[in-house]
Every structure is written in structure tokens, then in C-alpha cells.
């Protein structure tokens, strides 16, 4: 009862081409508080707001994009139950050990339909916020960059979609809050779910490859944070895919650049809270445009097949 | 797994002294939007975001306060174990038909330990927002009046917190987010406590009497939007109680008022995300008036004991 | 001493190909107040927050664009002695009739070396706000669509940027805030000049046509409201030209559009405050991009070209 | 013609009991930038947004309070114009050396009706802002604390408010914006003068005893950053006299407090554009509530009583 299961999107780790480069970037210019290194050479990092010891991993490769992405489950219960849920469905699965990853519990390690690597996990050391947890300020002084409140969500491309959605929701529990239509009317070009009140905790779009990032997203304040962030980003002369605009799915506020490594990442405020019992929204193939970009109500074709 | 049990406070239900009187502040001054009366004379609102029939409900009476306040469950199954789970408990509960509400189903009604009369439903019909499922805009053109998005929880004051917490937290699976402590240091005058991501969906307070309501509490977008309802309370000449600050507990941005009849409301915007695992900040009696106000740092005695 | 001769931008006079459409769109999208109809069949408007009659004039006519552009002047003798500098430096002036406008005094004409033209008048009646001069509130309650604190300024395109900058600093007393150069070094591509502490007052811009409309430009409250324009042309399926942004000149947010018949209009907040012993402020051709638009660093070239 | 005379308010000199106290509080509480100390002893600062090399001057002293509140004319002739109108008004003027403070020319001193120590001058070395003149950035990076963007205006109370008035109007050619009335419906309680298009440049309130600071203003870019000062504010433990609210007068947003000597200062955002030729706003005695703070509709006699 209550919350139970997946509770939250927990860590992106990430391919980099140049990992002194990225740590600046993602220390300075996004504003992420560096948590610890290990003995493979990745870098952790935390949001401000978030109190698990990490939430972004990043690892030097010779490609940019997604190593995997995991999800915080509510406990080791929730966790047995959910690998024993995915195999009955027809999904393999593996147990990372615990500490493999820094201040990380044992994880359940699973490839989605969509060609993913996903994780569960119940265990992830809490480390706090700047505030502490009592008599807390409100905000933490002293940031640097952009600094998100927390990583919000993925937007992962592949292929079976379908299947994907069908995995989300019988399997992990998720719900769909929105999805964006093909002009056949029926298949999902993409579709976004939830496992809490958030508008969405993940995304998946249909891309010819499997496996790819889109983006990963972190959370800001409000809207003059993300004209904010869109500040600092050309400040530090950072790649801007889109400028400050307004989703159509979700209502969110959003700001799209890519990392130095090409990883496209989004800025992202406001959209909405929802309740698994509200019916999804649906975007017709016709206004697919303002369903991505509601003031532009055009989106390129671009932007849903740059990925990494 | 994910989200089951309570899944949001969905209705509060209202006594107010002038029925007329308080039907046109809700639908004016407020913005709610009325959907219905019923033969009792009761008149039902919704907030334009809310997929459900109503969430506000007014019944002229000779004193105001709180008739009831209802919690929606994720399904009838949920609806008959937690109400099993209650009686276990100790708590007397009994059915309220399907239909006493407009377009709502059966309701478990209970008294909590700080004696309120509280509900829980599986069923309240879906009436949609007006921008609709498909292609929808961000938000409705029209509106009047502050317009919030939604009811977004009420705080509660009566005797035995500490029992009511424990009722919420092991028979309803809520979780503590925050706690004000009395200068034992132990005994908590406040805790407020969610079912979801939000930083509380509902809260209670000591009062010498039980019962007692302090607030319902109405989600606006942001910080500019709790400006504007200020100043639209003061062009309507609404008894404002506390003019735009910062709590300190959930971080949200404030404006209190009363309706016309003397029933407190809250204007809210922001507050953060959190999450069953989290623990629960604690604010020491000393920093009581910055946990309620961030920024006056004291709080007037009257602001607890003024209740409807 | 203080403010004298040159006030303020005052009317804008502009030509629409189909009035009906227009008035619809200019009272319930952008949210004018109309203020009256003349003989000739023109439509007057203002905006909230304008105490004189009226700031936006529509014509009927066979083509887009610019009829006028009018400046308030402080009295009836600043009139005659910005009239006689006129003429002084070589421009011929003439004396359009008091009344020919509704509730406009007599306007003194004349041509910019630009090929616009350009008035200017010391009386126009006060009408005054809807909230009044006596305990007024801050905002007038029943706005309709987006609605403008007033409008702002104009940037005009045509020839001879260089002689009409003389203009305006020589004789106008209007000081340049900053400029645009082309790869030269040297050459202004545009200009931003103002006669108040605002960063700008009006703008020209190099154009291959003279007398070319490149926008007027409507003030806002803030950012945000600058998102709720963008949404509301959305909603209203305006054609939108650049999305919500900032400007590297005068940091300005805002967003461009076309009213129905094709002219370009700015939704605009912010932008500093400035004064006449200020340098002004250089953007190299190099930076043309981000001068022009900060979070993109490029600019079309039709957004110059495209004017009415 | 244009903008000539007095430009802006140009320097606060302000009295402090424990300099070292002081600087830091300024440096990185409100985030103004040091860029000086004299002979005297005295610490120079600037706004970020300010081209002149200092707006405020802390001088340590045995009471707190203002020593004088200089502004800036637009040139020297300006400066000897002023000064000749001034004694043929009956003021007595004298000159303060070029060089007596540092960066700033020679300075005409002379005292209001209201026994306040003002100035004039023509000339403060330009030491321009972080982002510079060439292809600049909107704002800097790196401030410290709650970084206003100017030093907007001051709230001098004292006697002969009436004659103060006249004085600013008729030989300064500043014009009232708004006057708050006593209950005889004639006199000015207090009176708000501008010199330019801000809705004010400068205040005047009645007050028992002459030559009071009531409180030095400065300017942030939005009610976000009004938020954000006054959390910042009660991280710092500053003495906040007055949370987040929206004037009546003006329309702006502010919040109010201390300086650690007990100087009040204001941090304030928003307030309209205005002009010369508009009448002014009146409150009456009985809306001197609203016209103060809009929201709580009342204010304390303590509130214009305190005073340094």
C-alpha cells in the first residue's frame, strides 16, 4: 500500500569522451555536487536537493551515451519481488553486487524491449542535503552553475516502444500519463509514464536504433531558473539544441544543450502532478509539433534522431 | 507495488455561515469552478486541473469549520482492505452510500484520534479538465478569480497528534515528512505527513479542542502566482492572515486568508519532492517561528489557535 | 531640465489588410483596450496601463505595415523648438491638424532618413487607467488575452541607419544605448536609442527597402508573463516567429509574432536601466547571434529581412 | 532637451557602528561590490549593474543614520545651473572638493527643507560593469549574497515635507508620482518624486525630528529575487522588518530590513514606468494602509516612527 515499488528514477551513468572535461562541465556548469570517484575511474555526482549519495555517474569512453539507468526500489522486499515479477514476464536478469557502484546496494540489472540497460535497486547510502535535516534552510548558499534541485527523468529511444510501455506498466507498475501518436492513430511514437505523482519518470520514443539516450533531464525551481540555466549555458558557450520553451506533454519548462560529450541533456521545470486513476493524454499525430514544442508547434526530425 | 492505498486528499467539505455568500468568494475570488448542488443544498467545486467531480464541497450551517475530509483510494480492493486494516487498528468505521456525494462512490468514513471526521473512496466521477484528454492546452483560457490548479492538502488541528500520525503511518501508509517539536523535544505539535511525492498531503496540529480546521490549502503554479493572489484577495477585500512568505517546513510560498466565513484557506506554490525513504526533517521548538515562517521567524500564537 | 522635449513613444499607426480580423486580434489575443473609431475608419487602442487615449492605430489598406510612428513630447513649446531644430538640420516638417487623430493634438511630420515616417505631438488626452488615480490597485481585474503593460518601442528597417542615429541624438536628444556593427567594424547594422532611462526607445536597422515595419513591441510584467504570451498565441494559433528567449541587447525577454496580417510584434520584459552618460554598448558582426538572440547565438537572416 | 538636469539618485553616504560589521554585511549578505576606501576611512561600493565607480559609502560612526544622499547631474553646466537656481530658491549651497570622495568630482552641498544633507554632481569616474561594454553577457557570474542590480532610491523623513517638495519640483525639476494624504485630505504624509521614468527617485515622509534615513532601496531584477533576498536574509539572520509584500504606492515589490547599525534598506523590484506629464496618484488617510503594504492593508506607526 502507499508508495511501494519503484519509488524513483535514482542514477543515470553515462558514457563521456573526455571525463576531466565533463566533471568540469557537469561540476560547473550544471552545478552537480561531485560525491566520490571508484576504483573504475567513474565519477559520482549528487543534485543538491537529493539526500542519496549519487544520482549521475559518468565514465570515460571512445562513445558518448547511456551505460545504464537504474531505479530506486522501496526495499529489498519490493526489490525480490520485482526481479522474480520480470522474469515471470519473460525478462532476464542479473544482480550487480553491492558496491560495484559507490554507496550502492545490490542491483538488478535487466535490458528493456526498448534495448536499455535498466537497473533496480533498494540501498543507495544517504548522504543528506546542505540543509541537513534539521532546522533546514531552505537552499543551500554557495552553488556553483546551473544546480538542479534533482535528476527528474530519462527520455530513452530505441525500438518496441510497444512492448516497453507493456513492461512499465504490468511489470514495474508505472503508468502512463501521456503519449504521442503515429499517423496510423494507434502506435505510441512516444510515450511517457510515471510511478509516482510526476508528470512523467521516464520516456520512451521509437528511434531505428535501440538502446539510445535522448536525454537525461534535471529538475529546476521555476521558470526563471530555466531562462537562468539557458543564461549560463551560452555564457560557458554551451551546444543549446532549444532555447527556453514550453512542452506540450507535461506542461513542462524546458531547456535542451548537450554535454561536451554530445549527450543531450534538459532543464526542466514545472509539468504537472498526476494519479495512476487519470486517463493518459493523448497527442495526435498532427500536433506532434506542439506536443514537443507547444509555442514553436514544430518540432525537426532532428531532434528526435540526434541521441547517443 | 507503486502506487496503491491513498492515493491523494480529494475532497474537503465545508460549513460555511451564508451559502451565497461563499458560493460566489469560491467561484470569484477563488476560482473554483462549480459542477453541481445537490438536494441537501450542498454546492460542489473542482479546481480547473482536477480530473475528478469535485474536491470542494459547501454546506451553509450555523458555525463554520470542517463537515469532513476525504482521501481517494486507487481501487475498491484498496478501499476494503484499508478499511479492515482501520477497524484492526481499533478504529470504528462506517459506509457512506454511493451517492450521498454527487458523483461519488461509497465512502469509509472514520474519526481520527484528533477528531476529525475523515473518509476514504474508491470511486468520484471523472468530469476532465477544460482542455481536454487530446492535444490539450497547458491551461484553460477564461478562468476567474485566483484560479488554483488544485486542493492540495489541509492542515488539521485537534488533541493526540501523536496517535494520528501513528494511524496514518501504519494503517493508511503515509509517511512523516516534517515534524515542529515542543520544547521536550519529543512531542510533536505539528507533523506533516504525504502518501506521495508531495512534501504533505496533509498535516495535524495540537488544539486544545478536537476537530478543529486550520486550513484547506489550494496549489498555484508559482511564486508569481501567489503575488497575484494576494493581491487579488486585497482587491476583493479578503481578510488576509498572512501575506506572501516562505514556510519553512516544505519550502512552499504562502498567502493564508480567510473565507467569508471565517474558514482559513491557503494559497501555496512550490515545496519539494520527496519520498517514503526519506527521513523526517525536525524543527526545534526554538526555530518554530522560522519552520512556520521562513522569513518573519516567529510565529503568533493566534496562528495556531485561530481555527473554524 | 529633467525630462523635457522628447517623452516617450506614443502611437503607432499601422496598416492591417483585413480590420475585422484585426481588431478581434489586437483586443482579445494581444489584449488592447479599445478606445474609439474615427471618420476614416481607424481603430484606436491603448493598453492597461497608458494614460493617454490611445497608443495603437489600425487602418485598413491593401498592404501591411507602418502608416506613422508618433513621439509624446513634454509640451507645446518643446514642440516648436524640436519642429525648428528640424528644420534647422534639413528636414522638412509638416503640421498634421489637431483632431486629425482622435483625442491627439497637432502633430508635427516629418520623414526619416530611414523612410519612415515619424511625429510628433505634445498633447493627447488623458483617459486615464481602469484602476484610477485615487487608492488605485496595481493591475485592473478582466483583461482579456495577453495584455500589455503599454507599448514599449518600434525598430524600424530601411536606409541610412548612420543619418537617422544623427537625427536622433542631434536634434531628437535621444542617446544610443548600444549597436549592432556589421564586419566592418564601423557600420551599424542597428542602432537602439532612447530618450528615457529604458534600454531602448526606439531601434533602426539596416534595410535594403526603406520605411520598413520590422515590430513594435509591447511591454510585459515579467518572464513569466512572457511564457503565458507564448502560450496564449499558441492557444490562438498566432503565428509565432522566435519563442520565448532573451535579447543580448538590453537582456531583454521576449517573444515575436505576427498579427494576422503579417506584422511583427514583440511581447517583451526586462532590459536595464539606463542614462544618457552611459557608452554604449557594442555587439561585434561576430556576435550577431547572441546580441540578437543570447540562448541561440544565431540569427536568421530573414528575421531581418521578413518586415511589413 | 531630453533627459538633462539631475539624471539619478548617484551615492548613499551611511553611517555604521562597526565598520568591519558593516563590509562584510555588504559584501556578502546584499552583495554590492567593494571598489574603494579613502583617507577617511570610509568604504566605497557599487551595485553590479552601476557604471560609477560607487552608489553607497559606509563612514564608521558613534549612531547610525545617513550623512548625505548625492545625485547625479547630467554635465558641469548642469551642475552650475542647478546650483544658481538653488540660491535664487534661497537654499544655501557650498562646494565640496573634486576628490573629497573618491572617483567622484566636485560636489554642490546643500540641505532640504526636510533637514537632509544632499548633493549634486557632474562627475563619477566610470568604472563600468563585469560584463563590460563589448558583446556582454546579461549578468555577471559569481556574486555574492543577494547582488542588487543598483541603488535604486531613498525614503528621507523629516521636516517640511511640503516645501521639500516644492523644492525637488520647482528647482530640481523632479514631478510627484504619488502622495500618501493625511487625514486632512491636504497634506502629504509622504510624497514620491521622480527625475526620470522610475516610479520614484526619491521619497519624502513626515517625521518629528529632521534629517532621517527611513531607508536606502535597492533595485533586483523580479518578485523571484524578492524571495530570494528575503531568504537570504533569514539564512544570515538579518533583522527583516517587513517579508515579502507588494506596495500600494508604486506597485513594487519589496521586502525590508536592517543593516547590522540598524540602517533599514529595501530590496525591491518592479514599480511602473511613468513620465512627466501624468497626474499624480493619490492614497487617502484612510487607504494609508494599502497604499503602503497592499496586501496587509495596515501598517504600523512603528514602520515610519523607526528611523536612523
Keep these: 500500500m502507499g508508495m511501494s515499488g519503484v519509488l524513483r528514477p535514482g542514477h543515470a551513468a553515462i558514457k563521456v569522451l573526455d571525463l576531466d572535461e565533463a566533471v568540469h562541465f557537469y561540476t560547473n556548469v550544471l552545478g552537480m555536487l561531485e560525491t566520490g570517484r571508484d576504483s573504475f575511474g567513474r565519477v559520482y555526482f549528487k543534485a543538491w536537493d537529493e539526500r542519496d549519495h549519487n544520482s549521475l555517474v559518468l565514465r570515460q569512453s571512445d562513445r558518448a551515451g547511456l551505460d545504464f539507468f537504474g531505479f530506486k526500489v522501496r526495499d529489498e522486499a519490493s526489490l525480490d519481488k520485482l526481479e522474480s515479477n520480470l522474469r515471470a514476464w519473460g525478462i532476464s536478469t542479473e544482480r550487480v553486487a553491492a558496491g560495484e557502484m559507490l554507496a550502492t546496494g545490490e542491483r538488478v540489472r535487466f535490458e528493456s524491449p526498448s534495448g536499455h540497460l535498466l537497473e533496480l535497486y533498494a540501498e543507495k547510502k544517504h548522504v543528506g542535503t546542505p540543509m541537513g535535516n534539521r532546522n533546514p534552510d531552505p537552499w543551500p548558499q554557495g552553488l556553483k552553475g546551473i544546480a538542479p534541485i534533482r535528476m527528474d527523468h530519462s527520455f530513452l529511444a530505441g525500438g518496441d516502444v510497444a512492448k516497453t510501455e507493456k513492461l512499465f506498466t504490468e511489470v514495474l507498475d508505472f503508468y502512463v500519463t501521456e503519449r504521442i501518436l503515429l499517423d496510423d492513430g494507434v502506435t505510441s ?66 531547456v535542451y544543450a548537450f554535454d561536451p560529450s554530445g549527450n543531450r541533456f534538459e532543464t526542466f521545470s514545472g509539468g504537472y502532478e498526476t494519479y495512476p486513476d487519470a486517463e493518459p493524454i493523448e497527442w495526435t499525430f498532427e500536433e506532434m509539433g506542439s506536443a514537443v514544442f507547444f509555442h514553436e508547434r514544430n518540432v525537426d526530425p532532428l531532434f528526435f534522431e540526434t541521441t547517443t
Design 189 to 254: 511514437a512516444a510515450v511517457f509514464l510515471s510511478c509516482s505523482t510526476k508528470s512523467h519518470d521516464i520516456a520512451f520514443g521509437l528511434h531505428p536504433e535501440p538502446g539510445r539516450l535522448h536525454h537525461v533531464s534535471y529538475r529546476l525551481e521555476s521558470w526563471e531558473q530555466v531562462l537562468r540555466a539557458a543564461d549560463i549555458m551560452s555564457m560557458n558557450k554551451v551546444s543549446i539544441d532549444i532555447a527556453p520553451t514550453r512542452h506540450g506533454v507535461t506542461r513542462g519548462a524546458t
